[in-house]
């Protein structure tokens, strides 16, 4: 009875409204007013004399305020029997202090303020940033300062990093996805390409205090700097304080881009076993592209159609219709100055590896057989296009373009002309990007899982490499004294 | 030099406080919120940075509503919520539901002789499987050609960001739109919690078992976490998994996902929160518009049993190929407690950062362990939980070790005063992650939402930092003391127990 009269009050509030106000009976009815238009503040771009290059983008909405500082160098340039220095690098930067303050210090006095100042080490930059409140700005801008120029990199410090890399190298073979992430790159790329190859115990264990010292010595120049602030600050006093913290630090050697050879696996079958799963992950590899290739504008489109969202082929297909994956994704991947990888993704129950291997070479013969439609373009492109403001929707997402712009020489206003190229793509493009790259004949082929569980031997497809993860032994006395953590490792 | 250093310690901390309260009132004038007739609740937030907009609509239900042998039924609906509506997804309704209800008739009577404890006839079964696929490719006639329509269409309007959740005490729904789609938005929104459809139920349904193989059948972390919940929570269904046992997966029907729709997503169970460029009087009445039509119905009985005292120390311990792992619980009331803000404190003291109690003994003084924290809302918070301490030991180290340094750290909780430096850190840094985390529409959302429908309102959210404020040191041992015994303890540990096979590699950290 109370139900009842919940509901019929409920209609009666329903049949007034329906007056004042005309429902959509479908989703195409709804009514969608242009968008107003919208013209994001660009943050003010600042060269130095010595080289220093800096971002200014003031938001007042907040009192804080976020300096981001990259500087040129990374990974890629760091010798292989080194793998590792960088990561290194980038924690102890930080946690081993500057001259004037130790790295537990440093914490202390950041905390208080609930201030961050962090840095890091990546494949083709270092960075150090900082976040505070605006009123803490003076005490954390020489933290920042402090440690951009005088870091001290204290022992205890490298000692921790190492131990933290070696139990990171020990738990590589733990997680079935992160083994076929780092092998699937090492396939597309090369075992020993700078953006494949992983550190190990003994070029962990050969960094020195003195290389750290060394990288710094030889990267942080003013010139190899990009630095960007975001926040509750006015440019003009901004300004001054960075002129006056960093004007007169003399320009030193540019830093250089080292020749990275990109040298993928031969096509065939890849296997890692591991038999305490019940789930397989799947990679198809290849190599793709950059983003300064002029296909990139229709591999943006390809991709959305092939492998993107909800909207996309491989998810329609392979998780919706077929209901083989929960993950599967894919597309051809593009670097901003080096090729992203190509890769077709997906994980399922080990009983149909077999089945979705099939899938996923239908998805790709099926590109020449049944090209991607008209509708499906459209659908992209709208994805796409509708969806470009997200881009740029805040003070900090406009910096961070123009700061990746800046960084990889880009011109500034590259996602203007992005949209514009994004709209031109035609059914034609994106077929012919499709055929360039999208060759089942070319690609490695790496299933992670428990062979013995498969619905047909991994071997009716071909033959199959069997790849050997065990980790390599550390050399004697780094890892403690109760065992090495090379026995422990999954050996096939 | 040490005095000069905490007065200006302290004239900091003033000009932080003050600020921070002129921003969150600022922030508090630009929310309304309103209850609709239906009971559903609307809040929109004016943040007019960029011309787009947030949503996140919570629902007050979660797997710890999945009915008995039916565990993951909660997380299933949430799958089902992107498969369309009766005019979204579909060829021809009329004929799909009839098709649908087909299915369910050849599903039950599958079940039926799968189930049957004596006499199930193998023939008599294969058929019964055979008829129930056939009637879910007549059923998929309809809908085939319209695969993900819901999703294509928010993509193509520019969705971005699409995506839900379930955990054990609440389900959520969010995505962000450019700020003309807000009409668009509120149709598909409703329509969604309006008229969902049980289609394509049982492909979902395999999906969702590739999601419970991947999160935690292969996974040793996985595997950890669900035995030991299920340890620490006798009573409660907080020993349950969400993502559901596989049996049940591999029983529950669309009847019974209908079912749970139709008793737990009523309107008073809801709230949507819109954050972004919108005006709240532009705005308010769209979303009143759409959202009213959602019926009000009576509300489900919510009674959970109580989890009794825990009486003694539990240990589940997994023997895996993996490298070890050490993980112990303490049980402790829900969110509404007192002294939640208490459990907030120990939290960021334990945990957050380099100054980190756990972080500076585990991982700097003692270079045992790799990472160590300590946190409640194990497995949710809506119901009495768990604070729990995790350490990953080091090559070399064992999980032991790990138990007797967190226990050191605990014991000093215990006796020992926490420092003034150290509980000004706490909450200054409350402050400050709570400014931080206005700066974004969908945090902002889910925030708002989230608050609203644990204390019924919103404003909570802001005062969150007023309670940190009030905690003392003598609280924070008060509840050491109280919570932190053996007897109320479940661990859990990974042990490494090398490769399986004929030739076992030689155990390392062994004797």
């Given amino acids: 009875m109370k139900r009842a009269l919940i509901a019929l009050f409920a209609l009666i509030l329903i049949g007034s409204n329906a007056q004042l106000w005309a429902q959509a009976a479908s989703w195409k009815d709804v009514l969608i007013p242009p968008l107003p238009a919208f013209h994001p503040a660009q943050p003010k771009r600042i060269a130095l004399p010595n080289g220093m290059v800096i971002f200014l983008q003031e938001d007042h909405e907040l009192p804080l305020i976020d300096g981001f500082a990259r500087i040129r160098g990374g990974g890629r340039s760091v010798p292989a029997s080194k793998n590792g220095l960088m990561d290194i690098y980038g924690e102890v930067w930080r946690t081993g202090g500057t001259k004037n303050q130790t790295g537990d210090q440093l914490d202390d006095y950041l905390e208080q303020r609930a201030a961050h100042v962090e840095t890091g080490g990546g494949i083709d930059s270092t960075t150090i940033n900082w976040s505070c409140l605006k009123g803490d700005l003076d005490d954390v801008f020489k933290v920042f300062q402090d440690l951009l120029q005088n870091p001290e990199f204290r022992a205890d410090k490298i000692q921790i990093a190492q131990k933290g890399m ?110 305490d799963v019940n789930q397989s992950n799947i990679y198809m590899v290849g190599l793709g592209t950059t983003r300064k290739d002029p296909d990139y504008f229709a591999i943006s489109v390809f991709n959305e159609a092939f492998g993107g969202g909800f909207s996309s082929r491989l998810f329609g297909d392979i998780r919706t219709t077929k209901g083989l994956a929960y993950s599967v994704g894919g597309g051809i991947g593009t670097g901003w100055d080096r090729p992203g990888m190509l890769r077709l993704v997906m994980s399922t129950k080990s009983e149909t590896t077999g089945e979705a291997i099939q899938a996923l070479d239908e998805e790709i013969s099926d590109l020449s057989k049944k090209p991607i439609t008209d509708e499906e373009i459209k659908r992209a492109k709208d994805a796409i296009l509708n969806s470009f403001i997200f881009r740029f929707d805040s003070p900090g997402k406009v910096l961070q373009e123009k700061m990746a712009y800046e960084f990889y020489g880009y011109q500034l206003d590259f996602l203007e002309k992005y949209q514009k190229e994004i709209e031109k793509v035609t059914k034609e493009d994106v077929a012919r990007v499709a055929a360039k790259y999208m060759h089942r004949d070319q690609m490695p082929v790496l299933v992670v899982g428990n062979p013995g569980e498969f619905d047909k031997a991994f071997s009716s497809l071909g033959p199959v490499n069997k790849l050997d993860t065990t980790i390599p032994a550390p050399p004697p006395g780094i890892v403690g004294d109760q065992g090495s953590p090379q026995q422990r490792c999954f050996q096939d | 030099m040490k005095f000069r250093r905490v007065l200006l310690i302290t004239v900091v901390f003033c000009f932080a406080s003050l600020a921070f309260s002129q921003d969150v009132a600022s922030f508090e004038k630009r929310i309304t919120a309103k209850k609709l007739a239906n009971g559903l609740t609307v809040i929109i937030c004016e943040r007019p940075e960029a011309p787009v907009f947030s949503f996140f609509t919570h629902v007050d239900a979660g797997s710890v509503q999945d009915p008995m042998a039916k565990t993951g039924l909660a997380h299933m609906f949430e799958h089902m919520a992107f498969k369309g509506t009766d005019k979204i997804g579909t060829r021809d309704y009329a004929g799909e539901k009839a098709a649908l209800a087909k299915v369910e008739v050849a599903y039950a009577a599958y079940l039926a002789e ?133 049996w049940d997966l591999n029983s529950f029907s669309a009847t019974d996902a209908q079912n749970f729709f139709d008793r737990y997503y009523i309107a008073q169970n809801m709230v949507v929160t819109v954050v972004g460029d919108v005006k709240a009087s532009e705005a308010m009445p769209i979303i009143e518009k759409y959202f009213s039509r959602l019926p009000a119905r009576s509300t489900p009985d919510e009674a959970t049993t109580a989890e009794p005292p825990q009486k003694s120390e539990r240990r589940v311990v997994l023997h895996e190929q993996s490298q070890p792992l050490y993980l112990e619980g303490y049980h402790r009331p829900d969110y509404h407690s007192p002294d939640d803000a208490v459990y907030d404190a120990i939290t960021d003291l334990m945990s957050n950062g380099r100054t980190s109690r756990l972080y500076r003994t585990l991982v700097r003084d003692k270079q045992i362990a790799s990472d160590s924290a300590g946190f409640s809302g194990l497995p949710g918070n809506k119901y009495p939980h768990l604070f729990a301490f995790y350490a990953f030991p080091i090559p070399g180290h064992k999980p032991e070790e790990m138990a007797d340094a967190i226990h050191g750290e605990i014991e000093r909780l215990k006796k020992e005063d926490i420092s003034d430096e150290e509980l000004k850190m706490i909450k200054t840094r409350a402050k400050a992650s709570l400014l931080r985390s206005l700066g974004s529409n969908e945090g902002l959302a889910s925030n708002l939402g989230l608050f609203q429908a644990r204390y019924e309102d919103w404003r909570e959210l802001f005062r969150s930092v007023d309670r940190i404020d009030k905690v003392t040191k003598a609280d924070i041992r008060r509840i050491a003391n109280q919570i932190f015994v053996p007897d109320n303890r479940t661990v859990g540990i990974i042990e490494f127990a090398g490769p399986p096979g004929p030739a076992p590699a030689p155990q390392g950290g062994a004797q």
Avoid at chain 1, 243 to 254: C, D, L, M, N
Avoid at chain 2, 121 to 128: A, C, F, H, N
């Fill in chain 2, 114 to 246: 799968r189930d049957k404890p004596v006499n199930r006839e193998e023939q008599k079964l294969k058929q019964l499987e055979q008829a129930w696929r056939d009637a879910i490719a007549e059923a998929d006639k309809f809908s085939a050609p319209y695969n993900n329509e819901f999703g294509k269409i928010v993509e193509s309007e520019g969705g971005e960001g699409m995506n839900a959740f379930t955990n054990h005490d609440e389900t959520g729904y969010s995505y962000s739109f450019p700020v003309n789609r807000l009409e668009l938005w509120a149709y598909l929104e409703s329509e969604r919690f309006l008229h969902p459809v049980m289609r394509q139920f049982y492909k979902e349904r395999n999906v969702v078992i590739e999601e419970r193989r991947m999160r935690t059948d292969s996974n040793p972390i996985g595997r950890l976490l669900e035995q030991f919940t299920s340890a620490s929570f006798a009573a409660h269904p907080y020993h349950r998994p969400t993502i559901g046992w596989m």
């Fill in chain 1, 166 to 275: 070696y139990d990171g190298i020990s738990r590589r073979n733990d997680d079935p996805g992160g083994i076929a992430a780092r092998e699937a790159a090492k396939l597309a790329y090369g075992a020993k390409n700078p953006y494949a190859r992983v550190p190990e115990y003994a070029t962990v264990a050969a960094v020195t205090r003195q290389d750290l010292v060394d990288w710094h010595h030889n990267y942080v120049h003013p010139n190899n700097i990009i630095l960007g602030v975001v926040g509750d600050f006015d440019s003009a006093a901004m300004e001054a304080r960075i002129r006056q913290a960093f004007g007169a630090w003399p320009k030193s050697q540019a830093a250089k881009d080292p020749e990275i050879k990109f040298t993928p696996a031969k096509p065939g079958n890849y296997l890692v076993e591991k038999t």
